[in-house]
């Protein structure tokens, strides 16, 4: 069975500029959520994509965008880049959408920095 | 407003003891409750869950108790091992969102 996995692992951005950020959800799994965790802080939620439909959404402003393909994989796009998205952006599968009781399948992340 | 919260930023205790890890909340519309565990570098790993119609579950050396009256979750880990220790994150989710409320994190530190 294979795990969530993203990529890239690190980058390193200006601000101003564009970043997407890829997700390959856990085999069978249908629901995809991102999360972005700054240092010292809990995972906060961004938005979640069942069957390729945006399924709820956090706090954040529409530079935050994503996608879901057919397979279930899913990108995190964030324009306008900012000094305060430097963080640990957490991808993370399960089933369900909207009746998932919450155990979610992370990926090990992808560490954004912008300068 | 932080509807989740750990209010110790870390725990140190020694091997074979008993870990306590304590999380509030202030959302009485929460119904579901889980801690993961996240080592550095990898990400966070599902621990244990408790509906809000229970007040205790047990797995293995992990049992999460809910006092829903103090709006209160702890994790109790008996006995502490040097593996277990990671950074500890309490969450919760309220009826059929699908998003988790997570806690800012307790690291736990088990001493040899």
């Known amino acids: 069975e294979t795990g969530v996995t993203q990529s890239p692992t690190h980058l390193i951005k200006t601000r101003g500029q564009q970043v997407t950020l890829r997700c390959s959800s856990q085999?069978?799994?249908?629901?995809v959520s991102w999360y972005q965790q700054a240092l010292g802080q809990g995972p906060q939620f961004i938005f979640q994509?069942?069957?390729?439909?945006?399924?709820g959404r956090g706090n954040f402003p529409p530079r935050f965008s994503g996608l879901q393909f057919p397979n279930y994989s899913s990108e995190l796009n964030v324009n306008a880049l900012e000094l305060d998205d430097s963080a640990l952006y957490l991808c993370a599968s399960s089933l369900g959408g909207l009746r998932n009781t919450g155990e979610l399948f992370f990926g090990e992340g992808s560490r954004l920095t912008v300068l | 407003d932080q509807q989740v919260k750990q209010n110790s930023p870390s725990l140190s205790v020694q091997e074979g003891r008993i870990s306590i890890l304590n999380c509030d909340y202030t959302?009485?519309?929460?119904?579901?409750f889980l801690w993961y565990k996240k080592y550095p570098a990898e990400g966070p790993t599902f621990l244990i869950s408790?509906?809000?119609?229970?007040d205790k579950n047990e797995d293995g050396r992990f049992t999460v108790f809910l006092n829903k009256s103090a709006k209160h979750l702890s994790l109790h880990i008996v006995p502490s091992q040097p593996g277990d220790s990671a950074v500890y994150f309490c969450?919760?989710?309220?009826?059929?969102?699908?998003?988790?409320?997570f806690g800012q994190g307790t690291t736990l530190q088990v001493k040899p």
């Open positions: 959302n009485s519309m929460f119904d579901y």
């Open positions: 408790i509906s809000s119609i229970k």
């Open positions: 085999s069978g799994h249908n629901t």
């Open positions: 994509y069942y069957r390729e439909e945006e399924n």
């Open positions: 969450a919760a989710s309220g009826s059929n969102t699908g998003k988790l409320i």
